[in-house]
């Protein structure tokens, strides 16, 4: 009986034996010490970079800070040495350069005083000396109210404001005085001084005129727009823009300084004009200049708005050692454009009697005569 088994159980007992006796028969996989060592070596390597470029950074930092530093210093120490060093320690002598001789004026801008240097270079002009000595008779002594009278209008009119019956509106500019009447839409006089410049113009010319509206007539330019007749200055745009600047130049671009103009007459006679008047200037120090319309009795209207003059004036003044003389010219509205510049000379006295001016009235009526009567000889102003 004790020897009997089941056989359920001997078949379990079997396989049981069986598994345990495979996995004791299984070999274990055991760890190489090459790759604990190569492990560990690895981890050291890593490491060590991580430590090396963490202390790296702090060291360069400074010594970049150092380096920088001790730059600055060396630039700071060698700004000091340069300081010191680039300071003369005696003056320099000045070089012995020959002494510049310039042409002055012998008028003063501001008024009638000469100094004693101007005088002297008036009197080396020997043709200025031999037409005062040929000529007495056209120069006339200065009495103290001329000298008011052309100081008192910023030195621009000479004798001041010409007297007259016409009703004028007076205008005050950089460089001239315009006196413009409504009823013709003229300027019936312009006054200027021209003073002595050196060089040329350097500023363009302007491209419009402008209305004054300080007139009540109010001309635009579009008035003379294909009528044949040229807009005419006055004041010279030029000669004004060389000596006065580009203010002084535009306002000479205002309708009150203008007239119509035959262009035979703007473009020819009257330029050889303004081009004689600034070389005057030139020639001698400085000149003033009143110059203006002529009227008939016969009226003709330029585009229904403006009267044309059958004429124009200019009278040159010259002043030096107390005494002044004149060259009056009166140009007709119609020339070829040909003619020589002294086959217009005149008289003041004929410049009054045609324009109903009267001019230099501050003068001795005794001076103020025997000025305006003068009529200049072809010479002119040698």
């Not at 530093?69 to 680039?86: G, H, I, R, S």
């Not at 003063?108 to 008779?137: D, E, H, I, L, R």
């Not at 635009?220 to 006065?244: E, F, L, W």
């Amino acid at each position: 009986m004790s020897d009997y088994k089941k056989p359920g159980n001997s078949s379990h007992s079997s396989k049981s034996s069986i598994k345990n006796r495979a996995v004791v028969n299984k070999p274990k996989k055991e760890i190489s010490p090459v790759f604990i060592i190569s492990f560990f070596v690895l981890v050291i390597i890593i490491i060590g970079c991580l430590l090396f470029t963490l202390l790296k950074k702090p060291a360069s930092s400074a010594l970049k800070s150092k380096t920088l530093y001790l730059k600055a210093e060396k630039e700071q120490e060698k700004l000091k040495v340069q300081t010191y060093t680039d300071k003369p320690q005696t003056k320099p002598e000045k070089p012995n350069y020959p002494a510049k001789e310039e042409k002055k004026p012998k008028h003063s801008s501001q008024g009638f005083k000469t100094t004693q240097n101007q005088t002297t270079n008036a009197q080396q002009s020997n043709n200025y000396v031999n037409k005062f000595v040929s000529s007495p008779k056209e120069w006339q002594p200065i009495n103290p109210g001329l000298r008011e009278a052309t100081n008192r209008l910023k030195n621009l009119v000479y004798g001041g404001k010409p007297q007259t019956l016409h009703e004028l509106n007076i205008l005050e500019n950089t460089s001239y005085y315009s006196a413009y009447s409504e009823k013709k839409r003229n300027p019936l006089w312009v006054a200027y001084r021209l003073d002595y410049f050196k060089g040329q113009n350097k500023h363009s010319r302007p491209g419009k005129f402008i209305t004054d509206f300080r007139t009540k007539a109010r001309i635009s330019q579009g008035v003379y727009s294909k009528t044949g007749y040229d807009r005419g200055h006055m004041c010279p745009n030029s000669a004004i823009a060389a000596r006065y600047g580009k203010q002084g130049q535009i306002e000479t671009f205002l309708m009150s300084n203008i007239c119509p103009q035959k262009p035979e007459l703007n473009r020819k006679v009257w330029e050889r004009l303004e081009r004689l008047e600034e070389g005057y200037a030139n020639k001698f120090g400085g000149i003033w200049v009143i110059t203006g319309p002529i009227f008939d009795q016969h009226v003709e209207i330029l585009n229904q708005q403006v009267e044309i003059p059958d004429a124009f004036f200019k009278i040159l003044i010259d002043e030096d050692k107390g005494k002044v003389r004149v060259l009056p010219f009166i140009v007709p509205q119609k020339v070829t454009g040909k003619e020589i510049l002294n086959e217009f000379l005149t008289s003041v006295d004929e410049i009054e009697k045609q324009t109903g001016l009267d001019f230099f009235t501050p003068m001795d009526k005794e001076f103020q005569d025997k000025l305006e009567s003068f009529v200049p000889p072809k010479t002119m102003w040698n």
